[in-house]
Structure formats: structure tokens, C-alpha cells
Nanobody, 122 residues
Framework: QVQLVESGGGLVQPGGSLRLSCAASGSIFSINAMAWYRQAPGKQRDLVAFISSGGSTKYADSVKGRFTISRGNARNTVYLQMNTLKPEDTAVYYC????????????????WGQGTQVTVSS
């Protein structure tokens, strides 16, 4: 059973910073890529940042220059450093593990964490 657990969310003032973390656990053979998504009330879930197994990254235009995604050395963890936060960053942030295999011969699958709330307000 594969599980993703996010942490690090909370309430911050505009201009503040938060660091989100996500840890994947279970019988995991490999993870192709990991990403952070966010979903505000009444809106669709959108990609915020993505990191491939090779370390390539991409970001939504709205967070470029402010957010940084990284993976731990064990490669089953992913972080999102969020700086210069704005009220429009308020959302539930979800971790995603893409292309997860429990063995070399297993079919790959994708997993979502349950989300962590980030609220940016004065």
C-alpha cells in the first residue's frame, strides 16, 4: 500500500514563507516523478510545480521565482519552498507521485496525498 503524507501547511501573512513536505511510504520500487498541485474553493486542481526523476523542474507561471520544488536524496520525498506568499496562493496543496511501481514488473500507478491547507492572509 502506497501512501503520501503532506505536512507544513498553515496560516501566514502576505510576504511570508512556508515549506511543505511530502513523504511517500509503502512497498515502492520506483517513482517516476513528483509534483505539487493546489486547489482553491470552487476551482479546479492545478499543477504548481513538477520535478522529474532526473531533476528537471517546471512551475506554474504564477509561482515562478517564488516557489522551489526539490526531492530528497531517498527520492521518495518532495518539498515545496514557498516564499513571498500572496493571498492568491491560498489553497489546499496536494502532493502527487506519478508512475509509481511496487516492483519492476508491476503496473505503474499514480497517487495523491490528502492535502495540506495553506492560508495567506493578513
Amino acid at each position: 500500500q502506497v501512501q503520501l503524507v503532506e505536512s507544513g501547511g498553515g496560516l501566514v501573512q502576505p510576504g511570508g514563507s512556508l515549506r511543505l513536505s511530502c513523504a511517500a511510504s509503502g512497498s515502492i520500487f520506483s517513482i517516476n516523478a513528483m509534483a505539487w498541485y493546489r486547489q482553491a474553493p470552487g476551482k479546479q486542481r492545478d499543477l504548481v510545480a513538477f520535478i522529474s526523476s532526473g531533476g528537471s523542474t517546471k512551475y506554474a507561471d504564477s509561482v515562478k521565482g517564488r516557489f522551489t520544488i526539490s526531492r530528497g536524496n531517498a527520492r521518495n520525498t518532495v518539498y515545496l519552498q514557498m516564499n513571498t506568499l500572496k493571498p492568491e496562493d491560498t489553497a489546499v496543496y496536494y502532493c502527487r507521485a506519478d508512475g509509481v511501481r511496487t516492483s519492476w514488473h508491476s503496473k505503474d500507478d499514480d497517487y495523491w496525498g490528502q492535502g495540506t491547507q495553506v492560508t495567506v492572509s493578513s
